[in-house]
């Protein structure tokens, strides 16, 4: 068990996307991974992550959950010094899961001057000797995959499910998006839920794919393969929340038919708003809030000298909506090359579209939508680019739904 208190709080964080420092050199190699990387920072994650604990370090919850993709593209020596970042807490359990970029990912590599090179991957058995500290908090280990639980309170148990489709030896291809469970692993997580219903324990389940589809234009590879049993099963026990990640945006559905969870993903920690979550639980009663990360106040004074790292957020969003425009007014440029002016407009408009979904702040009232919907650029923009008609309708929400604050009561 962590901690006695009834009322505690832990953290999630997702896709943290660490490659180390030690595996590149800044070079020309490593700059044009950056450029391609759909807008995740890969300089400074070293020094983001390091701040991120002394705050944690500062604040003191009881544990820091991360679900998945902790590693760029699974360098072994990224997840042992994500490892050696966290391992100054104190009074902080971290909390690991794999993701699907992490265990035996053929695109592992480390780049030198005008080349890259393979990287050391990770095996399932390295993955439990990196993150030894946390599955000695386990009251479970699952024998068949990556999974375990960990009381966290006197009233709830966490479940940690690995969700991640992966080999038995290294890949020299690209890693599954799609992931799954398995049978084995659901007669495990089963004998979990019924050991919490023992125990009078409630359970917050914990996965890198997702339960529900967060965007009914793009989910294919995103929720698990086998969700039918998987909420069945949640279902059957009477579980009412699940973290996940993947998709990279913040977000949260409510309860899906006849499955009582809510689930909450957590945005991509390594752009947009470097988000994490405060969960704060109490015997009758679990809240969410979504918060970013102000890394400024946690910066030593060297770093405070970096333009960059000062203006951090910035810096994130710009490399994000560049990244989000660019391919789009490549294409246009090609049909309009003598109009630079409505390209530029189209690629904004997409971006800050794509923005808003991705850091869950797509609320927007009925009029303003029909406003956008019927400006020029809009149309112009679905008219040279019908494949992402479908995709566009689905970035905003005109209801009252909230994808940074949720609060279940028990």
């Known amino acids: 068990m962590l901690t006695q208190d009834k009322k505690t709080s832990f953290w999630v964080i997702s896709d943290t996307h660490l490659i180390a420092d030690s595996l590149h050199d800044d070079g020309q190699a490593f700059s044009q991974m950056q450029k391609t990387s759909q807008g995740k920072d890969l300089y400074y994650q070293e020094t983001a992550l390091s701040a991120f604990v002394r705050m944690a370090e500062e604040k003191k919850p009881a544990a820091i959950i991360v679900t998945g993709d902790v590693t760029f593209n699974g360098e072994r020596v990224s997840a042992e010094r994500f490892a050696e970042i966290f391992?100054?807490?104190?009074?902080?359990?971290?909390?690991?899961?794999?993701?699907?970029?992490?265990?035996?990912?053929?695109?592992?590599?480390?780049?030198?001057?005008?080349?890259?090179?393979?990287?050391g991957q990770i095996s399932p058995r390295m993955w439990r000797n990196i993150f030894r500290t946390s599955y000695e908090t386990a009251v479970s280990v699952d024998s068949s995959s990556l999974a375990y639980s960990v009381q966290l309170n006197p009233d709830y148990l966490l479940i940690l499910a690995d969700s991640n489709d992966y080999g038995k030896e290294e890949s020299a291809t690209a890693p599954a998006t799609a992931g799954f469970l398995g049978k084995e692993q659901r007669k495990s997580i089963k004998e979990q839920l019924q050991y919490a219903s023992q125990h009078n324990l409630r359970v917050i389940f914990c996965m890198h794919h997702n339960l529900y589809a967060h965007n009914p234009a793009v989910n294919k590879g995103y929720v698990v393969d086998d969700y039918r049993e998987l909420r069945k099963l949640l279902a059957q026990y009477n579980?009412?929340?699940?973290?996940?990640?993947?998709?990279?945006?913040?977000?949260?559905?409510?309860?899906?038919?006849?499955?009582?969870?809510?689930?909450?993903?957590?945005?991509?920690?390594?752009?947009n708003d470097q988000v994490y979550g405060v969960v704060k639980v109490s015997p009758k009663e679990i809240s969410y809030t979504c918060h970013h990360f102000k890394m400024r106040d946690y910066l030593t004074d060297k770093e405070k000298l970096n333009w960059t790292l000062t203006h951090f957020h910035d810096y994130l969003e710009n490399i994000q909506l560049g990244t989000i425009s660019a391919e789009l007014m490549q294409k246009d440029l090609y049909r309009n090359h003598d109009d630079l002016t409505s390209v530029r407009q189209m690629g904004r408009l997409f971006?800050?579209?794509?923005?808003?979904?991705?850091?869950?702040?797509?609320?927007?009232?009925?009029?303003?939508?029909?406003?956008?919907?019927?400006s020029e650029i809009y149309q112009r923009l679905i008219s040279e680019n019908p494949q992402y008609e479908l995709y566009l309708q689905t970035l905003y929400d005109t209801s009252a739904h909230d994808n940074l604050h949720v609060k279940i009561k028990y």
Request: charged share 20%.
């Open 87 to 119: 391992k100054p807490l104190t009074k902080t359990k971290l909390l690991v899961l794999p993701g699907n970029h992490d265990i035996y990912d053929g695109w592992a590599r480390e780049f030198h001057g005008k080349k890259q090179y393979y990287a």
């Open 239 to 271: 579980v009412k929340l699940v973290f996940s990640g993947h998709i990279h945006a913040q977000n949260i559905m409510p309860p899906q038919n006849s499955c009582p969870a809510m689930e909450v993903v957590t945005a991509i920690f390594c752009s």
């Open 351 to 374: 971006g800050e579209m794509n923005y808003h979904f991705f850091t869950g702040k797509n609320h927007i009232n009925f009029d303003e939508l029909q406003k956008l919907k019927k």
